[in-house]
């Protein structure tokens, strides 16, 4: 599957963005998605994602009530609302798919075959 992010950009703290994640090639639905994030200096993190089944979705502590991801599985994209940005999630953003990764990998980003090619989202404090 090819993945194509978008929707990043400069806004001020307390600020809102949503990025989305378009997928092309093969069946959609049968690929788990998740964001990553990577600032400066810093290694790529994990920020939400879907569970292998689809049914659930988890978050790292630090976006948890302000960071919504969903998928719209008739337009093959995974979305990434996020609300109350902070100057510390200024990082470039990566969608991600796999087919294989297991459970307890999702939120390790090696267990991700395939990469978007990351949208910068930088937000002034």
């Known amino acids: 599957v090819q993945l194509q992010a978008s929707g990043g950009g400069l806004v001020e703290a307390g600020g809102s963005l949503r990025l989305s994640c378009a997928a092309s090639g093969r069946t959609f639905t049968n690929w788990v998605m998740g964001w990553f994030r990577q600032a400066p200096g810093k290694e790529r993190e994990y920020v939400a994602g879907?569970?292998?089944?689809?049914?659930?979705?988890y978050y790292e502590d630090s976006v948890k009530g302000r960071f919504t991801i969903s998928r719209d599985n008739s337009k093959n994209t995974v979305y990434l609302q996020m609300n109350g940005l902070k100057p510390e999630d200024t990082a470039v953003y990566y969608c991600a798919a796999s087919q294989t990764v297991i459970q307890s990998a999702l939120r390790t980003s090696r267990a991700y075959a395939n990469w978007g090619q990351g949208t910068l989202v930088t937000v002034s404090s």
């Open positions: 879907f569970s292998r089944t689809g049914g659930y979705t």
